[in-house]
């Protein structure tokens, strides 16, 4: 090894631009800003969405419908999926901490149960909100539901 072929470390530098190093660099002068305008000072920045002064796509856009933001969004959670739980960890109590610990719902969630599929297990459910047929079927199995 000698000093004609020292080269640096792997991954230590970097292949970019480096602007505003003067005329011979080839990108002194205006460093890649061009001329005058607001784009060439310090500390410009354009609102998100800003297309330079045409009509911004989300105004061009029609506008349909209403969105409600009082809406309650629910995460349901089926009556065939409570059956698989109880048949794969043998649970008899499912709350809130049960379906976050098995991914069903998420920390900030709101559980409804549903009611698709069929449920042999005796079970106490713990939710925000259940469907009609949700309650029947499992007070028909034998098990109670409490509203959180």
Not at 32 to 44: M, Q, V
Not at 81 to 100: G, H, M, N, P, W
Not at 127 to 137: C, D, E, G
Not at 138 to 147: C, D, N, P
């Amino acid at each position: 090894m000698n000093l004609s072929n020292l080269k640096p470390a792997e991954g230590s530098t970097k292949n970019r631009k480096r602007i505003g190093r003067g005329t011979g660099s080839g990108r002194g002068g205006t460093s890649t800003r061009g001329h005058k305008g607001a784009g060439s000072r310090s500390g410009t920045s354009t609102k998100v969405g800003f297309e330079g002064g045409q009509m911004p796509l989300q105004r061009r856009v029609p506008k349909v419908g209403f969105k409600n933001p009082n809406r309650v969004e629910y995460v349901g959670v089926n009556l065939d999926v409570l059956q698989k739980l109880t048949e794969q960890y043998s649970i008899t109590v499912v709350d809130f901490d049960t379906l976050r610990e098995h991914g069903l719902a998420s920390r900030n969630d709101l559980v409804k149960i549903l009611g698709r599929g069929e449920l042999k297990a005796k079970l106490e459910v713990k939710a925000h909100a259940f469907t009609a047929t949700a309650l029947k079927a499992i007070e028909a199995a034998g098990g109670t539901t409490v509203k959180l």
